[in-house]
């Protein structure tokens, strides 16, 4: 098979004719693996010549580096990336096998130590990655990744704060140390990291700096102008803003999802993303154009299609796309969407029936025996759900089937089950927990459980979040604050009766009963222990 033309000789000319065009970020992603092939060229290939060599902005004078030694490094990268630590640390391994170490080398290979539990090795191969280089950006970074995930915040941010002294025009050390700050509840301080770094910079990195202050603000315009400097500086960086969609729809922001969304090139990978955030911001118009437009290639794009019409509201759609992905062996995932689309056309014997032909184990589980029990409450069957949701925790007792247990019980007249279904210490069980014990009247209780979550627990659903900052401010004695706080969600979650009469008895302990709003409510209040708590 014929070769096409080599680029090593175009390449190694535009290194040598005009190295400083490279931007500190491009020479950071290319680092180890492709500097030595620019910059080695320039001396030509004879013996071992010197050549200064750079990474990010750190430059020292070494021997050209062997083929064999880069090409270790990036199939280190590769298995790195795949999630294959063992044969990542086999490969970086070998590449410092060549004739001169490289400080790029080094801290990959500490941080694949440290995450394969050999946090003693990784120390010690960073000590000698200081013996090549004092002061290397990478290798601070790694020291403070790996003191960030052992929890030593201190010796952390003073890794990162180095690593940011080390290469003032990197955004690498300043969006770590702003990250550690952010984590440890310090936003003002991690907002002034990044602020002070873009003062002086330009190009992919400050836009990765503002497309961060933009997601963490909420800023829609911010972000998509953030966006769309960075992807004209630096195109490869498209997965960097999918992160940031993630990082805003679990967030509870999808309207900045889709913001970011929009200011990105349209790509078929990215319509699963775009309509996760238009379905999350309910820009159902927009999603359905999306959804019209898509052509499904296989079973699976086409419970994807599917499941989007379930999303918007148009269940007999998802109905017949999953009747075709059947046809096209769709497996239980199919099955599984088609007994929720009947559910949503209010045929819930149909969907029962459909999803408990689903076996157990297969990949439709735990989502089937949990769409059974949803089937089986909507036709008044509350007591069979819980059964089926019993036998589904004998084979995998997964969190999602304790809580959906815990709600059929409770509807079946079980509040005791319903508890003892919830005993655990994970976040959401204890919100759910609570739930139940508000539910019943005992709400100082419900109240103290609330309290002790964390409301920035991204494991909490929105409503347990806003539960736990309300609770929060009233056990510490600020009740405008929890009042202002709970009449927030309450205009936001008109139906969550809970939280409605938790608004009357803070009004109340505040001296600002407000009658008409517990007026309105005795109506529509049915539960026993919500009405006791409302009559006070």
């Known amino acids: 098979m014929a070769r096409g033309p080599s680029i090593l000789p175009a390449s190694r000319a535009l290194a040598c004719l005009a190295p400083s065009a490279l931007a500190p970020s491009a020479l950071a992603l290319v680092g180890f693996a492709l500097l030595p092939v ?3 060229g320039c001396a030509g290939l004879g013996g071992a010549p010197q050549i200064r060599r750079t990474v990010g902005e750190r430059s020292r004078v070494g021997i050209y580096v062997q083929p064999g030694s880069y090409e270790h490094f990036i199939r280190g990268e590769l298995a790195r990336d795949a999630g294959d630590l063992r044969a990542a640390a086999r490969e970086y391994e070998a590449a410092r096998a060549g004739p001169e170490d490289d400080p790029l080398i080094v801290a990959r290979l500490a941080d694949v130590y440290d995450r394969l539990g050999d946090e003693e090795r990784a120390q010690a191969i960073l000590r000698e990655g200081d013996g090549l280089d004092a002061d290397s950006e990478t290798i601070h970074l790694a020291r403070g990744a790996i003191a960030e995930r052992h929890g030593r915040a201190d010796e952390a941010e003073e890794a990162y704060a180095r690593a940011a002294a080390a290469a003032p025009r990197s955004e690498a050390g300043p969006l770590a140390l702003a990250g550690l700050m952010r984590a440890r509840g310090e936003p003002d ?40 400097a960075l992807l004209e500086a630096a195109p490869a960086r498209a997965e960097e803003v999918r992160a940031a969609v993630l990082t805003a729809l679990d967030g509870d922001r999808p309207e900045l999802a889709a913001r970011l969304l929009a200011a990105m090139p349209e790509l078929p990978e990215d319509r699963p993303l775009r309509l996760r955030a238009l379905v999350s911001a309910r820009r159902l118009d927009d999603a359905e154009a999306l959804l019209r437009t898509w052509m499904p290639e296989g079973a699976p794009e086409l419970l994807v299609v599917a499941e989007g019409y379930l999303a918007i509201g148009q269940p007999a759609r998802a109905r017949d796309l999953a009747e075709v992905a059947l046809r096209g062996d769709g497996g239980p995932a199919a099955h599984l969407l088609l007994g929720r689309a009947l559910r949503a056309m209010g045929r ?31 036709a008044g069957r509350p007591a069979a759900a819980a059964l089926a949701l019993d036998r589904a925790r004998a084979r995998a007792d997964d969190p999602a089937l304790a809580l959906a247990l815990a709600e059929a019980r409770e509807e079946a007249g079980d509040p005791r089950g319903a508890l003892a279904a919830l005993d655990g210490d ?3 069980l204890v919100a759910a927990r609570a739930g139940v014990l508000e539910r019943q009247g005992d709400g100082e209780a419900a109240a103290q459980l609330y309290a002790g979550l ?5 494991a909490l659903d929105a409503r347990a979040r806003a539960r736990a900052q309300v609770e929060r401010a009233a056990a510490a004695g600020d009740a405008p604050r929890a009042i202002e706080r709970l009449a927030a969600w309450v205009d936001r979650a008109p139906e969550d009766l809970s939280a409605r009469v938790r608004l009357v008895e803070l009004q109340r302990l505040a001296g600002q009963d407000d009658d008409a709003a517990r007026d309105a409510l005795r109506p529509l209040v049915i539960l026993p222990g919500l009405q006791r708590r409302l009559a006070r």
């Open 38 to 40: 620019f910059l080695g």
């Open 348 to 378: 819930p014997t149909e969907a029962a029936v459909t999803l408990a032909a689903i076996a157990p184990g297969s990949d439709a589980w735990p989502r089937a025996p949990l769409a059974l029990a949803a089937a089986l409450r909507d």
């Open 426 to 428: 994970t976040p959401p």
């Open 189 to 228: 301080r991690a907002d002034a990291v990044l602020e002070r770094y873009l003062a002086g910079a330009s190009g992919a990195g400050a836009a990765r700096a503002r497309l961060r202050l933009a997601v963490e603000h909420g800023d829609p315009e911010a972000a998509a102008e953030a966006v769309r």
């Open 454 to 458: 964390d409301p920035d627990d991204p």
